[in-house]
């Protein structure tokens, strides 16, 4: 089991905090192409770069590709926004953005030394920033699958953490509003391919 960084937002590190959020769903870059080549059938061609080009891609073997962030088996510890107020030697304590919990935690030698070299080391920090000693919230990888955004099920949208009653069209078009706010107008029309990674335990420090 590896640990790994999963970067959350801070609605949806709350959504995991009150335990509604299960799964998250990351574009994949760069996206498969459709061959429509008879020889293999519904196979894709996925680009890696300008000139290259793999053949015949299953949708597994795209579970294989190194820009998957977390695999079956790791643990992802969720990075969120913090900000460090005080500090001593090693010793650092602060608050996490989404809720105001503070913390007082030891880092390493060597993010202490990141830590040093900041030039504004008490400022709020964005998640993708965190140190791993600051995590709090570790969720253990039980699924990760490929599929189309616009092929997820309400009971998944349920499992996104999105708190909407009605019926599933009413959830759906939450999520497709959401979904466009965060990666930009028309993202849900492009019907992107998705890792999407699903967890169903929840372990936070301290409880």
């Known amino acids: 089991m590896s640990d790994k960084p999963l970067v959350l937002t801070r609605p949806n590190v709350c959504a995991v905090l009150e335990r509604r959020k299960f799964q998250t769903r990351r574009i994949i870059n760069p996206q498969p192409v ?17 000139k290259d080009w793999f053949s015949g891609v299953t949708l597994n073997m795209m579970l294989s590709d190194k820009g998957l962030l977390l695999q079956v088996g790791d643990r992802a510890y969720v990075a969120e926004g913090y900000q460090i107020t005080e500090n001593t030697l090693n010793w650092v304590q602060g608050k996490y953005i989404a809720d105001d919990k503070e913390f007082k935690v030891v880092l390493t030698s060597e993010e202490h ?18 140190y791993k000693s600051l995590a709090r919230i570790f969720l253990p990888i039980v699924e990760v699958r490929v599929e189309r955004l616009q092929d997820i099920s309400w009971e998944d949208v349920e499992s996104e953490g999105l708190k909407v009653l009605g019926n599933t069209s009413r959830r759906r078009l939450f999520f497709k509003e959401l979904w466009n706010s965060i990666h ?13 990674y699903r967890w169903d335990e929840i372990i936070i420090k301290g409880e």
């Open 34 to 50: 459709m061959e429509r080549i008879e020889s293999f059938g519904e196979s894709w061609a996925w680009r890696k770069s300008d």
């Open 113 to 130: 030394n990141l830590f040093i070299d900041r030039k504004c080391p008490h400022r709020k920090t964005p998640g993708r920033f965190m």
């Open 184 to 196: 930009g107008k028309g993202a849900w029309g492009r019907n992107d391919w998705v890792f999407v």
